[in-house]
């Protein structure tokens, strides 16, 4: 990953964001001191991938016969 400062950043614009594209990373670095900011990085065109049903098998869960469903209303006290 390449650093560059913010007056680099400002002055390479367009070469910067170009490469970008083809997938390179810059870090940002900004003050005296040259302090890393912010990271400028190629946007996923697709998300990442989610598994499903990461508990599947792992947890359950039962209700007691006694179990009583309550209704909106009751739930809310507007009865």
Known sequence: MQSM????????????????????EFQVLYGRAKKPVARLCPINEKPPQRKIGLLDGKASFTMGDDFKFKSEEEFLGVQ
């Open 5 to 24: 400062t913010v007056g680099e950043l400002k002055t390479n614009f367009s070469e910067v964001l170009q490469q970008v594209q083809q997938g390179k």
